[in-house]
T-cell receptor, first 113, second 114 residues
Framework: DAKTTQPNSMESNEEEPVHLPCNHSTISGTDYIHWYRQLPSQGPEYVIH???SNVNNRMASLAIAEDRKSSTLILHRATLRDAAVYYC??????????????FGTGTRLQVTL | NAGVTQTPKFRVLKTGQSMTLLCAQD?????MYWYRQDPGMGLRLIHYSVGEGTTAKGEVPDGYNVSRLKKQNFLLGLESAAPSQTSVYFC?????????????FGNGTRLTVT
């Protein structure tokens, strides 16, 4: 399974944009890039996903490099409620192959006033 | 719409005891997963299922068994609990397509084995 690499932790000031990087140099052509976040004492929750093009939703934006070997989750204005562990994972788009969905240790985002 | 429901929320077992964790989803999802989460180790996949009646091993399957007799339920069993199985267990479900279906997680079961 293709792996992802993320920084262990990042800090941001409230109301400022946050760029969370993820490297996935062994990504295959059918892998989708998914981002999840986990708030304290909760299960992970879906944030955004994409294949090749940049994606936007109400929570965040996902910028995918042209060679797809890296991606960046963008929180446009961080709030204290965005403090969480953010996971970047790859999910096989080929439905003939069961995806094991490996989660790494993620990036712990701290947001300060 | 309840989503993914895990029971129980908390449990304390003695070494050697057995128990079953239940995961139920009401979204008609094909795929279901069991993860464990330990401090500093992210989430590790224990077992997963790609449909009713099927199961497969994940990264850390030893000491656990699973069953998917009904599409909406995925059971995780510990036949003889060990202190190393103290962890928070999360269940998740998804449809069979990565391009249009995120994973939906339950709120976890905190298990302590003494």
């Amino acid at each position: 399974d293709a792996k992802t690499t993320q920084p262990n932790s990042m800090e941001s000031n409230e109301e400022e944009p946050v760029h969370l990087p993820c490297n996935h140099s062994t990504i295959s052509g059918t892998d989708y890039i998914h981002w999840y976040r986990q708030l304290p004492s909760q299960g992970p929750e879906y944030v955004i996903h994409g294949l090749t093009s940049n994606v936007n939703n109400r929570m965040a934006s996902l910028a995918i490099a042209e060679d797809r070997k890296s991606s960046t989750l963008i929180l446009h204005r961080a709030t204290l409620r965005d403090a969480a562990v953010y996971y970047c994972i790859l999910r096989a788009g080929n439905t003939g192959t069961a995806s094991k969905l490996t989660f790494g240790t993620g990036t712990r985002l701290q947001v300060t006033l | 719409n309840a989503g993914v429901t895990q029971t129980p929320k908390f449990r304390v077992l003695k070494t050697g005891q057995s128990m079953t964790l239940l995961c139920a989803q009401d979204m008609n999802h094909e795929y279901m997963y069991w993860y464990r989460q330990d401090p500093g180790m992210g989430l590790r996949l224990i077992h997963y299922s790609v449909g009713e009646g099927t199961t497969a091993k994940g990264e850390v399957p030893d000491g656990y068994n699973v069953s998917r007799l009904k599409k909406q339920n995925f059971l995780l069993g510990l036949e003889s609990a060990a202190p190393s199985q103290t962890s928070v267990y999360f269940c998740a479900s998804s449809s069979d397509r990565a391009d249009n279906s995120p994973l939906h997680f339950g709120n976890g079961t905190r298990l302590t084995v003494t």
